[in-house]
């Protein structure tokens, strides 16, 4: 079982920046790709961000690319989404996930989420 807990989320104006973090626990391992994925009411959950357990690859949704950049640190198992210039359509419960291909944008390829952190962007 691996654990992923996020923070970071929180209510704020629209062209304001949030920080996302994410560390995974417990039998994690190395060898794992993380991703963020987001959830606004009445959607399916839709791919944000996502890293490669080297960071070799690295992908973004059309929707962030230029606004969102993600980094991972391999040995505290732990990556951040740096969120800047926000828009209200970001608005959403944003989730982590761990998966064994390399950062996949896929949510099925996912095998462990987070509890979700809320992410509000006021106009």
């Known amino acids: 079982q691996v654990y992923l807990a996020e923070s970071g989320g929180g209510l704020v104006q629209a062209g304001d920046s949030l920080r996302l973090s994410c560390t995974a626990s417990?039998?994690?391992?190395?060898?794992?790709?993380m991703g963020w994925f987001r959830q606004a009411p009445g959607r399916e959950r839709e791919f944000v961000a996502s890293?490669?357990?080297?960071?070799?690859?690295?992908y973004y949704a059309d929707s962030v690319k230029g606004r969102f950049t993600m980094s991972r640190d391999g040995a505290k198992n732990t990556v951040a989404l740096q969120m800047n210039n926000l828009k209200p359509e970001d608005t959403a419960v944003y989730y982590c996930?761990?998966?064994?291909?390399?950062?996949?944008?896929?949510?099925?390829?996912?095998?462990?989420w987070g509890q979700g952190t809320q992410v509000t962007v006021s106009s």
């Open positions: 996930g761990y998966t064994y291909y390399d950062g996949s944008t896929l949510t099925e390829k996912y095998r462990y």
């Open positions: 417990g039998r994690a391992g190395t060898a794992y790709g």
């Open positions: 890293m490669g357990y080297n960071g070799r690859t690295t």
